[in-house]
Nanobody, 128 residues
Framework: QVQLVESGGGSVQAGGSLRLSCAASGYTYSSYCMGWFRQAPGKEREGIAAIYTDSGSTNYADSVKGRFTISQDNAKKTLFLQMNTLKPEDTAMYYC?????????????????????WGQGTQVTVSS
């Protein structure tokens, strides 16, 4: 059973940066698609970035493209999300998720309903 634990959230002023981490354990497959999602109060969950652990191929939502970067440390089984130029509208609970990469095309990678495994989330608050 894959377990995911996020960290690195906090409060920051607009224009600032944060780096989120997601420590994974319990891998049983050779490759996964790992994603970052967020959900603000009263809003639907949004997929914002994803990466395939074997190829390193990435996908981003337009809302974060150019500001956020997803990366990984495969040796440490850790996923990262570097968030720069943060805006108040980035305020949300941020979650990492994982799904076995086989038969998991890039068109699924930002769709939360397609993922099997989820972390508990870490709060990011951006003040203006």
């Amino acid at each position: 059973q894959v377990q995911l634990v996020e960290s690195g959230g906090g409060s920051v002023q607009a224009g600032g940066s944060l780096r989120l981490s997601c420590a994974a354990s319990g891998y049983t497959y050779s490759s996964y698609c790992m994603g970052w999602f967020r959900q603000a109060p009263g809003k639907e969950r949004e997929g914002i970035a994803a990466i395939y652990t074997d190829s390193g191929s990435t996908n981003y939502a337009d809302s974060v493209k150019g500001r956020f970067t997803i990366s990984q440390d495969n040796a440490k089984k850790t996923l990262f999300l570097q968030m720069n130029t943060l805006k108040p509208e980035d305020t949300a609970m941020y979650y990492c998720a994982a799904h076995e990469a086989d038969f998991f095309p890039p068109t699924f990678s930002l769709l939360g309903k397609k993922y099997n495994y989820w972390g508990q989330g870490t709060q990011v608050t951006v003040s203006s």
